[in-house]
């Protein structure tokens, strides 16, 4: 059974940082999109960055790129998001997600988006940044 954990959340004021971190567990993530999402009160829940674990290629949104960066640590099973430069508006719950792809076949991280695009998920962590 594949699960996800997230941990790191909390609150900070703006300009401050937070380090989340996804523990994984149940499957090989070797070859996976994993993605952090996020949904602020009354929005849509989106991505703000993924990372191709074979690959190691990373993507963020518009919004965050510059000032969170999402890495792995592949003999722990662990994928992080470092945020810096905090603001207001980055103040949501935030997911972890993860699509495991056979191997041999392409991660396609880059186009993997939206909510559909991940079938594992985890509970989620608050981030609040006040000004």
């Known amino acids: 059974q594949v699960e996800l954990v997230e941990s790191g959340g909390g609150s900070v004021q703006s300009g401050g940082s937070l380090r989340l971190s996804c523990a994984a567990s149940?499957?090989?993530?070797?070859?996976?999109?994993v993605g952090w999402f996020r949904q602020g009160p009354g929005q849509e829940r989106e991505r703000v960055a993924s990372?191709?674990?074979?690959?190691?290629?990373?993507y963020y949104a518009d919004s965050v790129a510059g000032r969170f960066i999402i890495s792995q640590d592949n003999a722990k099973n662990r994928m992080y998001l470092q945020m810096t430069n905090l603001k207001p508006e980055d103040t949501a719950m935030f997911y972890c997600?993860?699509?495991?792809?056979?191997?041999?076949?392409?991660?396609?991280?880059?186009?993997?988006?939206?909510?559909?695009?991940?079938?594992?998920w985890g509970q989620g962590i608050q981030v609040t940044v006040s000004s």
């Open positions: 997600a993860a699509e495991l792809v056979p191997i041999g076949r392409p991660v396609g991280c880059y186009a993997r988006r939206a909510r559909g695009d991940y079938n594992y």
């Open positions: 149940g499957a090989t993530f070797s070859n996976a999109c």
């Open positions: 990372i191709d674990t074979r690959l190691g290629s990373t």
